[in-house]
């Protein structure tokens, strides 16, 4: 079969990018605005990068309005290196084991507690595994722990599909974490309501290696003392992101995905497109009970939709299908099976519209 002319990529992460924005750094490989150097090899000391470092921290700053009592730290490690390196810096008060409530929402919730329990007590606030990790528990069922460190959330479960819709209303001296890591800049957040947001890049954001923290200041003093100091925040904001090495061209990536999304508009434009790109193609799995989402509607994730063929001996005749179309990594992950979308900032409305056609045209409607 010939090669599909368009190509639309759904994968979880590694994900999709602006072309765009491979446009203009293909562009700008060997050679990055006269200096004859490609940023790969730029020092990350130089006046060059410092230039592209600090252009990508003012226009994150600027996208999410983040408060100037919040540091903005590049890190690396990922998401999952977060787990641990948020309790080694955020539950060291006192000297006394610190207790960090969680809501367990899904599979990255649940990572997240595992690791945290080697640095912590660990309560588990509320959990929607009784339910299948279809939805988040409603806030007035969570029994949170008076004087926790704080308390731990995953705003998007990008396996489960499942999305916060709601902030959680806490005492203002529990700080709320959340990782944000697929499906930050998909919508407008007030920062000012958590105390720690943290993503990895490769989601919404740019290349795997990246991961960006946005920590409110007075969070930078209760380090337990074994934290390393490349993890330790107050280290990390002390030298801008530059104790060691940070991942340059991630961050050079990551500063040509926010410029492109200021031009866009910014994050309440991309909102409203992720708005409408999730409309059309839930209203499309919801046409009839040939596709299943099992996610409560209130809940469903606008950037990761998983679902299901209600006779699942037709998978691999709807993966092949889907990829003679150029629709790729719809696979759904292993440990839930089926299928999943994911839609993301940079996946354009024709995308959705693409998968929508072959959704209809599989179902033979
Ligand atoms: C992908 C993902 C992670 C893990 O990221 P790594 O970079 O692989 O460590 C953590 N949390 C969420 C919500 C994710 O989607």
Redesign the pocket.
Known sequence: MAQPTQIHNFS??PAVLPKVVLQQAASEMLDWHGSGMSVMEMSHRGPEFISIYKQAEADLRELLAVPPNYKILFMQ?????QNAIIPMNLAGCCGQPATIDFIHTGT?SG?SIKEAKRYANVNIAASGEAGGFTSVPPQDTWRLTPGAAYLHI?T???IDGVEYNFVPKVDPRLPIVA?M??HILSRTIDVSQYGLIFA?A??NIGP?GL?IVIVRDDLLEDALPDCPSAFHYKTVAEHESMFNTPPTYAIYIAGLVFAHLKAQGGVAAMEQRNIEKARLLYEALDADDFYQNRVALDCRSRMNIPFFLRDESLNEQFLAGAKARGLLQLKGHKSVGGMRASIYNAMPLEGVQALVDYLNEFAGR
């Open positions: 979880a992460g490690g990922g998401g999952l290196a990255w990572k995953c998007n479960e990008t990782d890591s697929s990895g490769q989601k795997a991961t």
